[in-house]
């Protein structure tokens, strides 16, 4: 059983930067980032294959990068210029296939706060 759980959320003003991580424990393949705002449907944000392999949703293209250290265990998301619509519940995902679709994610976190004000 894959155990993920994320961190370093926080309230920020827009423009500003923040870089999320979500530490793993447990064998990954494809693996995630989901945000969900309040009374929207869980949407993709970035997603990251076991070499590499990486894709954006649209808002966030050039904006957000996804990584990940499996020395670490770890998988990162840093995001900049952030803007109002970027705020939500972000969540960490793993499954084991290279997809934005959520229902190909087997296992989440609880998922870390990000809140961007204007």
């Known amino acids: 059983q894959v155990q993920l759980e994320e961190s370093g959320g926080g309230l920020v003003q827009a423009g500003d930067s923040l870089r999320l991580s979500c530490a793993v424990s447990g064998r990954t393949y494809a693996m995630g980032w989901f945000r969900q705002a309040p009374g929207k449907e869980r949407a993709f944000v970035a997603a990251?294959?076991?070499?590499?392999?990486?894709r954006y949703a649209d808002s966030v293209r050039g904006r957000f990068t996804i990584s990940r250290d499996d020395t670490k265990n770890t998988m990162y998301l840093q995001m900049s210029t952030l803007k109002p619509e970027d705020t939500g519940v972000y969540l960490c995902?793993?499954?084991?296939?290279?997809?934005?679709?959520?229902?190909?994610?087997?296992?989440w976190g609880r998922g870390t706060q990000v809140t961007v004000s204007s």
């Open positions: 990251i294959s076991g070499s590499g392999d990486t």
């Open positions: 995902a793993a499954g084991r296939s290279f997809s934005v679709a959520r229902f190909r994610y087997d296992n």
